[in-house]
């Protein structure tokens, strides 16, 4: 079956929420819910479910549906390639919104003439945006974006909060190692770390580091550590993808990581914090380059 852009992202969401929701098997997942909850239509979410089914994860269950088949959904292959025309064209939208020349309030027909594409490709995209939470629809007709990070000063506090709370939650006392969420972490930063670097776009690669410091923070068991990492990390993506864009994140980066997740996997808790304070010290130094 090939998959459009959108419901390969889906069905990446779909394997996430699987993992991160701790389904069991057998449990059901309804499309509509998932529908509203990642904000598209549904028919990219039944595209994506019938893709999951084809991997094994889902099956399809008695009087229509589908239901978890495993939730080895951690083992699943890590993809870097992407339709680069399209990529351009989100890439550059974010652009212009980081750079002021997109308003808070845009139409389709705005959006198309802007970047000459017809209806159908333009809703793909905002669809795509909508569901990473920068861009939200307006009753009736338009879409507004939602507010982000739009300077290198508020870059750099992010990360200065980030330092408060990323180490802290290794060292909370509810810290519960999940090996699985966290192997399968390593897995895709060795992939990164192997791959030709320009073949990982800006938006895979922010998804792919920004789920590994949300996985750290999810074995703390501090359910508002973990929150405020992601509120956080919604804000950042705009600038993220600038930052890489103009400097490509280096080998180094997912070496770091990997090097993390080993002090984790190994039980060195203490070391694995100061690892991280140490690396995200060394990225609100690095914080402004490039922006």
């Not at 945006?129 to 629809?137: H, K, M, P, Q, S």
């Not at 969420?181 to 060795?190: F, H």
């Not at 508002?224 to 509120?231: H, K, Q």
């Not at 060195?268 to 060394?282: N, S």
């Amino acid at each position: 079956m090939k998959q459009t852009r959108l419901s390969e992202q889906i069905a990446g969401q779909i394997r996430e929420y699987i993992f991160e929701k701790r389904f069991v098997v057998g449990e059901p997942l309804p499309e509509r819910s998932l529908a509203e909850q990642l904000r598209v239509s549904r028919s990219p979410v039944r595209e994506a479910l019938r893709q999951l089914a084809t991997e094994g994860i889902l099956v399809t269950r008695e009087g229509g549906g589908f239901t978890v088949a495993t939730t080895e959904v951690n083992k699943g292959p890590l993809t870097l390639a992407t339709n680069e025309e399209d990529e351009d064209i989100y890439l550059a939208i974010a652009d212009d919104r980081l750079a002021g020349r997109l308003p808070d309030r845009v139409s389709e027909n705005e959006l198309m003439r802007r970047y000459q594409l017809p209806r159908g490709r333009l809703s793909k995209l905002l669809r795509r945006i909508a569901g990473e939470g920068w861009l939200e629809r307006l009753p009736g007709h338009g879409w507004a974006f939602v507010p982000t990070l739009m300077s290198a000063a508020a870059y750099e506090e992010s990360y200065r909060f980030r330092l408060l709370i990323e180490p802290a939650a290794i060292l909370e006392q509810t810290f519960q190692l999940d090996q699985p969420l966290l192997e399968r972490c390593r897995a895709q930063q060795q992939a990164l770390l192997s791959a030709s670097r320009h073949k990982a776009p800006p938006a895979q690669l922010f998804e792919l580091n920004s789920k590994l410091h949300e996985a750290i923070a999810q074995c703390s068991g501090n359910p508002f550590i973990l929150d405020a990492l992601r509120r956080v990390n919604r804000l950042r993506r705009l600038i993220v993808y600038r930052r890489i864009r103009a400097r490509p994140v280096d080998q180094s980066h997912c070496a770091e990581h990997i090097q993390l997740l080993d002090k984790l996997l190994e039980g060195d808790r203490g070391g694995a914090a100061e690892l991280l304070r140490q690396h995200l010290e060394e990225g609100m130094a690095r914080s402004t380059a490039g922006l």
